[in-house]
């Protein structure tokens, strides 16, 4: 019953927090990492909107502000940037998002809505292992196309070695 009304309450969060604009995204670092679960949820609209620059000078201030306190919210903040980078490397940051949630979610037990961000922690963590699992079954689509192709080519090869005269088939 509790999870019920927690997720309609998360569910309804989010919607708010969607429908709110704050007139773009910024380009550069963020002074410190959002303090309330309204300002990450606005925080992640944010970084989804960097270009790539400012996406790598966001990732180095957020690396260096958990670095030096490992606060909830510069965890949380270092996670959102993690989950949202689209280049080669962003399977490996999934996974680094991925240990600093479960680390997370691990010392905290089943703490619900008490300044400390369990519930986002766990939906950003869902998303995140939902986001890897779509990755790996496209890696194992793209493998299975790979070997199809050369399973087709290496029937032409047979074929056009059958249909040509004076091989014997004939």
């Keep these: 019953m509790y999870i019920g ?3 309609r309450i998360l569910l ?3 919607l708010v927090a969607g429908c709110s604009t704050q007139g773009g ?3 550069g670092a963020f002074d410190k990492p959002p303090d309330t679960l309204m300002g990450l ?3 992640n609209t944010q970084v989804s909107k960097l270009d790539d620059e400012a996406y790598r000078r966001e990732m180095n201030a957020a690396r260096s502000y958990y670095g030096s306190g490992g606060s909830a919210s ?3 903040r270092l996670a959102i940037l993690l989950m ?3 280049d080669d490397q962003a ?3 999934f996974r680094e998002s991925e240990s600093l949630l ?3 979610l691990d010392d905290r037990g089943f703490a619900f809505f008490e300044r400390d961000y369990v519930a986002f922690a766990r939906m950003l963590l869902s998303i995140n292992l939902e986001w890897q699992r779509l990755q790996n079954q496209l890696t194992n689509a793209r493998v299975q196309t790979a070997d199809a192709r050369k399973k087709l080519e290496e029937l032409k090869s047979i074929e056009l070695h059958m249909n040509h005269p004076g091989n014997g088939y004939e």
Excluded: K, P
Aim: no cysteine; charged share 25%; proline share 0%.
């Design 12 to 14: 309804i969060t989010l």
């Design 84 to 86: 949202n980078g689209s």
């Design 5 to 7: 009304t927690y997720v």
């Design 91 to 93: 399977m490996n940051r």
């Design 25 to 27: 995204a910024r380009q």
């Design 74 to 76: 510069a965890r949380m």
């Design 41 to 43: 949820m606005d925080y």
């Design 102 to 104: 479960r680390d997370y």
